[in-house]
């Protein structure tokens, strides 16, 4: 059992999609939640205003907190994970910084995810990292003008995807700070990938703590609701705090049956108010 309750923000690119994407937020609202993430929510890397204005007005309306949001990452459901390490879309990727980061700015958003991107043919790893070092500088150079941070996050079940640990993840962050001096960067510590991957959880939260920036949580195998698998996410949640972190927790999880279904879980950390509404 937790001393103190985390703050739960809902993934609704993985929960409630059950609903239409911009029914999600009020769904999540409905459910008991404050906070709500998305991975990139549009089908291009830049959307026309009339599609950034009703994915920010059905936010608004609902009446939660944005609190995590991706950059463009290509095709997903196809097996891309990003592009700020892809030689051929870098300059898309560049372009979707204003885009991204203005979302945020006017939703009150401080967290950015921007996926790394799997090795590509036709570039070395080299050209690939540095071309990653230049982007992500790019990102969070912007994202630090109004308090916000780039995350870094290790990512499973993607072959080319080359950051797999935390320590993956902090090389890159740690470049990025030592050759442009930028410090508005971060890891993302998704406890599914990382135990997935092999890493030491409870190792990486207490070597790393100082550099989380964002948590996310699923159970494994399957990926779906805590207590589902064999995670223990308690005791991770609980390593977290005691180490100081105090930030948001997003639920990106894949539900094992309906999403309303999937959160009796939360009544295991026995807390009067689950969602974080003091934030």
């Known amino acids: 059992m937790l001393t103190a309750v985390p703050t739960f923000a809902v993934n609704c690119s993985l929960l409630f999609t059950e609903l239409p994407l911009l029914q999600r937020p009020a769904a ?31 936010i608004l309306d609902a009446g939660v907190q944005l609190t995590g949001l991706n950059f463009a990452a290509g095709d997903m459901p196809g097996g891309d994970r990003g592009l700020v390490s892809w030689p051929q879309r870098s300059l898309e990727f560049r372009d979707n910084i204003a885009v991204t980061l203005g979302i945020g700015e006017r939703l009150g958003c401080r967290a950015f995810n921007a996926l790394y991107g799997n090795r590509v043919e036709g570039s070395t790893p080299a050209a690939q990292d540095e071309l990653a070092a230049e982007n992500l500088a790019l990102a969070a150079t912007a994202a630090g003008s109004f308090g916000a941070t780039v995350l870094v996050e290790p990512v499973s079940g993607a072959e080319r995807y080359p950051l797999l640990t935390a320590a993956d993840a902090v090389a890159v962050i ?61 005791q991770h949640l609980g390593e977290l705090a005691d180490a100081g972190y105090d930030g948001w927790i997003g639920l990106e999880y894949k539900p094992s049956g309906p999403t309303t279904d999937s959160f009796g879980w939360l009544t295991d950390l026995a807390a009067p108010d689950r969602s974080g509404s003091d934030r």
């Open 174 to 234: 740690d470049r990025v700070v030592r050759e442009s001096g930028v410090t508005s960067i971060g890891l993302l510590a998704d406890l599914y990938h990382l135990t997935v991957n092999g890493d030491d959880v409870s190792k990486a939260i207490t070597t790393y703590a100082d550099r989380i920036a964002h948590v996310q949580i699923a159970d494994a195998p399957g990926r779906h609701e805590p207590g589902t698998g064999t995670i223990p996410i308690a």
């Open 28 to 58: 999540a609202r409905s459910a008991g939640f404050d906070a709500v993430e998305f991975w990139w929510p549009f089908d291009s890397a830049l959307p026309g205003d009339a599609e950034v204005t009703a994915f920010e007005q059905a």
